[in-house]
């Protein structure tokens, strides 16, 4: 896909919506193809310049007419981050980056909040906290892959000190979960897994990141003692009450699919910091769930957090900006956690915090941009980390959460 050389910060959820998009002096009926707090992609059919500023309104279905919509207030400042032919003749998709969070009268809380847009097939969940629907694999070819997301706003979330979820009470009646359980999609056939967002299609224009033929050949070759795990543990996997051994294999299937896609696709960057992100939430998931399974010591997610920052470390050169950040964030983290706390530039708290402090020295990120932003948060969540080296000590945690 086009968007996959950036870093997704907000979660896509798949909602097809109607919408007006304003350009210049041109007005254009569009369709929404996903949408989340950060941005979208629409369909068009009018070619839009990459980085044009462009404002786009939201329909929503109207509260007292059933079957009408109502259109809502525009959204200011949305910058085409990339654009590229659709699949459909004639039309164009483009993805569209938020440069502020939009507020609750432009539409976009009310559709993620209420899931009352139109939508591919849906899943009937049995967690009230869940979002269900069907995806494709891009691997195989399978249908009906069953895929997850997590209801806007049902759950109270803190991350850890690496930036990874923890899912706590729900809210207004909805469902507990713990969704790192089920962050990972799974197709039944090949035993493909990975996040949802970028690698199951989802609509006719969804194309794979990777070189699907390159993939599915080591895939075959690498996968069979895990598929044998697959097949005395599938019954109810692809449901929306996997079990902590489900669980578990989810995450050691994409860890073999990560390792493969990061040998294939050596120089892209995405799959290094994938990669490692999915380690650092299985390490969440351990520490979670300690004595749950026997393999589920503290050990065990202190390995992980060590594969995590051994990937990123040694594949760094390979980040985009963006995924550069958030990765040296990432290993600033983990050497704290382990007391890895030398500032010398040798060292990997050293390196890399010096790497964010010179960042825009000689390149200057554009003022709004989306590097920018992130450049702004990375910077604070560092210091943060930093100044409380002492109290994120591993000895200090009785888990990956601040006491």
Known sequence: ?????????????????????????????????????????????????????????????????????TVCDPIGSVVVRWAKPSKQHGYFILGLQFSSRPGENHGINHLLENDQSSTVEKLVCQNSSLLGHYVECFVCGQEKVQQYSLRSKAL????????????????????????????????????????GDEFFKFSQEDEPSFDVSKFFEKWNSEKSKLSVKYNQNKEGIDGDSRNIEQANLSYELAALGFKILREINSENGVFVRLDAMIKARHAQLCMTNLGKKAEFTREKSEDLLKEAKLILDDNFETLSEIQGLMGAQLLVAISVYFGDISISIIDTLGKYMKFIDNFDTSNKPEEGSQTSKILTQVRAKVKEIYQNRDMYHKEKLNTFLPE
């Open 1 to 69: 896909m086009s968007d996959m050389s950036e870093i997704r910060v907000h979660e896509r959820r798949r909602i097809v919506f109607p919408a007006r998009l304003h350009v210049h002096n041109h007005m254009e009926n569009v369709v929404g193809l996903d949408l989340s707090e950060g941005g979208c992609r629409i369909r068009c059919k009018r070619p839009v310049n990459i980085f044009s500023k462009v404002l786009l309104e939201i329909y929503i279905p109207s509260s007292s007419k059933k079957g009408e919509y």
């Open 156 to 195: 109270h979330i803190k991350n850890n000190i690496f930036g990874i979820p923890t899912f706590g009470e729900p809210v207004d009646g909805k469902d507990p979960i713990d969704y790192n359980f089920l962050y990972l999609t799974i197709c039944p056939n090949c035993n493909f897994t990975a996040p």
